[in-house]
Structure formats: C-alpha cells, structure tokens
C-alpha cells in the first residue's frame, strides 16, 4: 500500500502539466484569431475614419448651379451647410427640405463632389399666370405655388383670377389645367384665365372676346368648336357642352 501514491502523483503532474498547455494553447488560438480579425478590419477603420471624421474630405465648396431668381448665396444660406463638415456625413435629404423652402425653387439635386465640394442643382419655380392685386403681382407656376413678386405682369404672361389661389386649390387646379391643353392658336390669345369653381372655367381672350369653358373634361371637342366660333362674330362663346355651343 505504501508504493500507490509515488505512481499516482507522477501521473497526476503530467495531466496538470498537460491541461495547463492546452489552455495556453487556447489563448494563444484566440489570440492569434483576435489579432488576425484586427489585422482585416484595420483598413476598414481607417477608411470609415477617412470618411466620417478626418478633415481630408470635409466640405469646403458649396457650388449652386441653375439659379437665376434666387441668388447662390441665398441658396447657400438655406441649406445651412457647415463648411469642414465630412462630405459623407452630409445629410442630402435635410438639405433639399431646407432649400425647398425657398418658394422659388421647384426641385433641388444635392451631388457629393469629392474630395471636397458639394455640388447644388437648382431647379427654380416657371410662372405661368400672375395674379394682379393693388400691391402688384403674384407670379405663379404650373403647380398653382405662388413663389414670386413682380411690379407688373410680365409680358404674355396670363392672368389668373380665382378666390383663393394655391396649389391645393381645386379651382386653381382646374384653370391651369385648363390653359395647360390649350391648342396654341387659342393659348396664344389668352388674356385671363379666370374660375368661380372648378366646373366654370372662362377665357378672356386679348380683344375682349370671352370663352365659356367648363370644366378640363372634353378639351380636344372644346378647342375645335371655339376655334370655329372664333371666326364667327360675337362676344361671348359658350363650349362648355361641345355638343350644343352658343354664340352672342
């Protein structure tokens, strides 16, 4: 009984000795693996950190293009871009609100010039009718957005007469709808586009002569009975039913 523990001890030393490398050799796995990940992500961080932090690629141009009412400063101060911002951390979509809030301004594209310019492209309201008060002018563009004051109504603009214009206006939506399908010969003579509701729109042409047309339904029918009408004599022509028109 006295010889069992000199065979036992030997043995258990060796299982110890055996285990503990095993667990170095584990950390040194890990380690090895931890060290190799670092290695591959390395080039990622420095990119992100290229982007997102490092001045190498921060903004230092702000260049506006397609501006002709607007001035560029203006459209620079309303998108509020700080110069030596990275140009990836340039939020494009709270640009364009900031400048569609300029009344003038119909689109607006945001481009990432790099290293370091960002580049706006200005798409700027078209007036296609001025509403006239005693103030002065109103111009508006296709959408019926009132954007812009003038002294006067400008030359071969029409004029538009409704009770409350503006682009959720169902009257407005129909006079322009109206005078967008025109046929040139009759667009052309156009003096004032004016509506009492969406179903009574009437043209006053530029001698005075005046064109009952309805609604925007049937506008190939309506242009070819008043361009008939039109050559008959009268002062006023009723198509707004192009199945039975009138002349007085």
Do not use: C, N
């Not at 309201?125 to 563009?141: A, E, F, N």
């Amino acid at each position: 009984m006295t010889g069992r523990p000199s065979k036992v001890l030997p043995v258990m030393g060796r299982l110890q000795a055996k285990a503990k490398a095993e667990r170095w050799a584990r950390r040194r796995r890990a380690l090895r693996t931890v060290g190799i990940g670092a290695a591959a992500l390395a080039p990622f961080a420095l990119l992100a950190w290229v982007l997102l932090m490092s001045p190498l690629l921060a903004v230092r141009t702000v260049a506006v293009s397609g501006t002709t009412r607007l001035s560029p400063d203006q459209v620079r101060a309303a998108a509020d871009v700080v110069r030596g911002t990275p140009l990836a951390r340039i939020d494009a979509a709270a640009v364009v609100r900031r400048v569609e809030a300029l009344r003038a301004v119909a689109d607006v594209q945001v481009i990432r010039a790099w290293p370091s310019t960002l580049k706006l492209r200005v798409i700027e309201r078209k007036p296609v009718v001025g509403i006239v008060t005693d103030s002065g002018v109103t111009l508006v563009d296709a959408q019926g957005m009132p954007f812009a004051a003038a002294p006067a109504l400008p030359t071969g603009l029409v004029r538009l007469q409704v009770a409350h214009p503006g682009p959720k206006d169902a009257t407005t939506k129909a006079a322009l709808a109206v005078l967008a399908v025109l046929p040139e010969p009759i667009r052309g003579r156009v003096r004032i586009v004016r509506a009492a509701s969406p179903s009574s729109v009437t043209l006053v042409l530029r001698d005075g002569r005046r064109v009952l047309w309805g609604g925007v339904d049937d506008t190939a029918l309506k242009a070819q009975a008043a361009e008939a009408l039109l050559k008959m004599p009268g002062t006023v022509y009723d198509v707004s039913r192009p199945g039975v028109v009138t002349r007085r």
